[in-house]
C-alpha cells in the first residue's frame, strides 16, 4: 500500500539564495520515501521578432532524515528521487525510513520577481509481507571466489536473486563498501574459515575486531561469541561434510544450521537434514538456511542453487535479518523452485489449524508433512500446479514440510511450532 501526501510551497523572491526546510511527517512502517517537484522552470519569451527560453527558476532539492541527518542532494538536475534502506537514488544513502519528522531542504537558488510556486509530492510506500528469493553463502575474489563484488550481485540480480549475502573467508572488508544496486539488497557477511570448521557471520559489516585466527576450543567459542555480541547471525556451514564439516561441537554460540550446501557432495547435506530432524523431536528450535557456497561458474556450487526464500516486510537488510532469525522461510534447488506459503517459523496454540499451499508444482512431485509423530505423503497428479490444505496436527511439536521430486529435495521448509 502507498500513502501521498501533496502540497504547493510558495517562495518568494525575497528568499532567493537561500536555504530552508520544508518539514513532513514520515508515518510508521513505511519501506520506502519517493520525494517529486515541479515548478515552471524556463519561459519562452518574445523579443525582436524572436522566441527566447529562459531559464527564470532553478530550485535545488536535498533531504535530512528524521533523527536530524544529511541524507543525500541531488541539486536541480532531477525532479524525483527515492530513499531506502536497500536502494537510494543516485546522490542519497541507503537510510532506514523510520518514523518521525524529515525535511526536504529547499534550495532557492533563482526565483522570478513574483515569486514562484513549487508543487511538492511526498508518497510512502508500507512495508508488506512479501517474498524475496536470495543466496547466504557466497565467496568473490576477496577470498578464493573468481569474480568481484559488483558482478557477483550483478550475476545473483540476473539470476532471480533479490537478495544476497557476500561471505568471504576470513575477511571482511569487502563489507566496508558493498555497492549498491537496483532490484537487489546486498547484505555484509564473512564466513569464518578454520580447519575444524565453518561458520557463516551475518547481517554486520565486522563480526570481530582482532583476527580470525583462534587455536583452542575455547578460543574458538570466545571468537563466535563475540560475534554475537557484535549483532552477527552464525550459521553453521556444511556441518557434515567430509571435507570441511564441523567439529567444534554443538554446544558453540551459533542461531541457524546450513541444511542445504551447493557445494557440498555425496550425503552430507542428507545427513545434515536427519540430525536437524532429530533437534526438532527434541524440541528445539533452530532454524534452517540453504547456501550455494558460490565461488565460481561449476555444476557444484552455483548462485542461487539452492535459494533461501523468505517472506520479509521489505527488501531492507534488518526485515532480511529478521525473517531469517524467525525461520519465516524455505530452501529450494532453484529460484524457479515451488512455493510455500505457510506461516513459517512461528508458533502455534496447540491443535490450532495451519493452512498452507504450494504452487509451482510438476506432476509426480511428492509432498511430506513431516512431524516428531511421523510423516504423511501425496504425490502430485499430472494436472497439479498448485496445492492448498488446511490440517490440524494436534499432538505434535512441529510440522515441516518436503517436496521431493524423483529422488532429490527440490524444497525443504522451516517449522511451524505449537
Known amino acids: 500500500m502507498e500513502q501521498e501526501i501533496s502540497f504547493t510551497l510558495h517562495i518568494p523572491h525575497e528568499k532567493e539564495r537561500t536555504y530552508f526546510e520544508i518539514p513532513f511527517s514520515v508515518p510508521e512502517n513505511v519501506c520506502r520515501i519517493d520525494i517529486s517537484y515541479a515548478y515552471p522552470r524556463r519561459r519562452d519569451h518574445a523579443a525582436d521578432g524572436f522566441t527566447l527560453c529562459t531559464e527564470d527558476n532553478i530550485v535545488d532539492l536535498a533531504v535530512r532524515d528524521g533523527r536530524g541527518e544529511f541524507v543525500g542532494s541531488s541539486g536541480s538536475d532531477r525532479n524525483a528521487i527515492h530513499l531506502s534502506a536497500w536502494d537510494s537514488a543516485q546522490g542519497y544513502a541507503r537510510v532506514d525510513t523510520l518514523p518521525g519528522e524529515w525535511a526536504i531542504i529547499c534550495g532557492a537558488y533563482k526565483i522570478e520577481a513574483g515569486g514562484l510556486d513549487v508543487e511538492y509530492t511526498v508518497r510512502f510506500t508500507e512495508k508488506r509481507r512479501r517474498l524475496l528469493r536470495g543466496d547466504t553463502h557466497m565467496h568473490t575474489l576477496g577470498s578464493d571466489g573468481c569474480m568481484s563484488v559488483y558482478d557477483t550481485a550483478k550475476t545473483a540480480r540476473q539470476l532471480g536473486m533479490d537478495y544476497i549475502f557476500i561471505t568471504d573467508h576470513n575477511n571482511y572488508a569487502h563489507n566496508l563498501n558493498l555497492p549498491a544496486l537496483t532490484d537487489i ?7 569464518w574459515t578454520h580447519y575444524q570448521g565453518h561458520a557463516g557471520l551475518l547481517g554486520v559489516p565486522r563480526p570481530f575486531g582482532s583476527a580470525f585466527c583462534v587455536n583452542s576450543q575455547q578460543e574458538a567459542e570466545q571468537k563466535l561469541e563475540e560475534a554475537h555480541q557484535n549483532g ?31 557445494g557440498t557432495v555425496g ?106 509423530r511421523g510423516a504423511e505423503q501425496l504425490i502430485f497428479p499430472p494436472a497439479a500446479h498448485a496445492f492448498s490444505a488446511e490440517r490440524t496436527f494436534p499432538d505434535a511439536r512441529f510440522v515441516r514440510f518436503e517436496v521431493v521430486r524423483g529422488d532429490l529435495p527440490v524444497l525443504i521448509s522451516n517449522p511451524i511450532y505449537f
Not at 547471525?233 to 567439529?247: D, E, K, M, S, T
Open 185 to 191: 539488497t546486498i547484505l555484509p557477511g564473512t564466513e
Open 232 to 262: 552477527a547471525l552464525i550459521v553453521l556451514n556444511h556441518p557434515f561434510c567430509p571435507n570441511c564439516g564441523w567439529h567444534f561441537g554443538f554446544d558453540v554460540p551459533f542461531d541457524l544450521i546450513e541444511i542445504w550446501n551447493g
Open 267 to 372: 550425503g552430507a547435506n542428507k545427513a545434515c537434514l536427519a540430525w536437524w530432524h532429530e533437534q526438532l523431536c527434541a524440541g528445539r528450535h533452530l532454524p534452517i538456511l540453504g547456501g550455494s557456497d558460490f565461488h565460481r561458474p561449476e555444476p557444484l556450487g552455483m548462485i542461487g542453487l539452492p535459494c533461501t526464500c523468505l517472506y520479509a516486510l521489505s527488501p531492507a537488510p534488518a526485515d532480511i535479518l529478521s525473517a531469517i532469525r524467525a525461520g519465516s522461510s524455505f530452501v529450494t534447488a532453484t529460484a524457479k523452485g515451488p512455493v510455500l506459503d505457510a506461516p513459517l517459523g512461528e508458533t502455534l496454540p496447540q491443535g490450532a489449524p495451519v493452512a498452507f499451499s504450494f504452487d509451482n508444482l510438476r506432476a509426480g512431485d511428492v509432498l511430506r508433512i513431516l512431524t516428531d
